[in-house]
T-cell receptor
Framework: DTGVSQNPRHKITKRGQNVTFRCDPISEHNRLYWYRQTLGQGPEFLTYFQNEAQLEKSRLLSDRFSAERPKGSFSTLEIQRTEQGDSAMYLC??????????????FGSGTQLSVL | AQSVTQLDSHVSVSEGTPVLLRCNYSSSYSPSLFWYVQHPNKGLQLLLKYTSAATLVKGINGFEAEFKKSETSFHLTKPSAHMSDAAEYFCVVSPHTNAGKSTFGDGTTLTVKP
């Protein structure tokens, strides 16, 4: 078990550019979540997948954001036409479902995005 | 609907003294409650979870939390702080089977003084 891996760790981009982040979950986990965290706040849910199906998207996920998990393993999160307000830490988490009551999430270290 | 309030944004204790991080929640259903810890440059790690079994929950690294329905609280405690406990702590309320609907508190930064 190598844990949840996210790449890159840091990304600096200019406003208007597109960026893509990758998340590799724990191998046997079928659920994968994306969260966004800004300074001084807790993580906010963006979207999640069960296997390759995207089951839910937050209203925070504007049409500039798209996430995929094509083979039910790794996932990518793309932000098009980045804005300064997109600057945040993007966290990925995975879990195995079902596990009974209380779904436990395993988090990656995140990708810190800075939009200049 | 659900919400969670961490009552202190910063807590400072001396090494060897007790830790108390306070969390109140509201929920229209019987929720699962969690505490996660985040060390600098690391991902969030689960400390403990409550899922409607025992109201006193023991977690890793000597932490425990007590679910008090009448007070809608889920405070995190540890009898004796260690320097390595310095981190950000998040209280989370969630439906039992959908972490996507979890609500995270804004976090409490714990500082441990030597």
């Amino acid at each position: 078990d190598t844990g949840v891996s996210q790449n890159p760790r840091h990304k600096i981009t200019k406003r208007g550019q597109n960026v893509t982040f990758r998340c590799d979950p724990i191998s046997e986990h079928n659920r994968l979540y994306w969260y966004r965290q800004t300074l001084g706040q807790g993580p906010e849910f963006l979207t999640y997948f069960q296997n390759e199906a995207q089951l839910e998207k937050s209203r925070l996920l504007s049409d500039r954001f798209s996430a995929e998990r094509p083979k039910g393993s790794f996932s990518t999160l793309e932000i098009q036409r980045t804005e300064q307000g997109d600057s945040a830490m993007y966290l990925c988490a995975s879990s195995f479902f079902p596990t009974g009551r209380g779904e436990k999430l395993f988090f990656g270290s995140g990708t810190q995005l800075s939009v200049l | 609907a659900q919400s969670v309030t961490q009552l202190d944004s910063h807590v400072s204790v001396s090494e060897g003294t007790p830790v108390l991080l306070r969390c109140n929640y509201s929920s229209s259903y019987s929720p699962s409650l969690f505490w996660y810890v985040q060390h600098p440059n690391k991902g969030l790690q689960l400390l403990l979870k409550y899922t409607s079994a025992a109201t006193l929950v023991k977690g890793i690294n000597g932490f425990e939390a007590e679910f008090k329905k009448s007070e809608t609280s889920f405070h995190l405690t540890k009898p004796s702080a260690h320097m390595s406990d310095a981190a950000e702590y998040f209280c989370v309320v969630s439906p039992h089977t959908n972490a996507g609907k979890s609500t995270f508190g804004d976090g409490t930064t714990l500082t441990v003084k030597p």
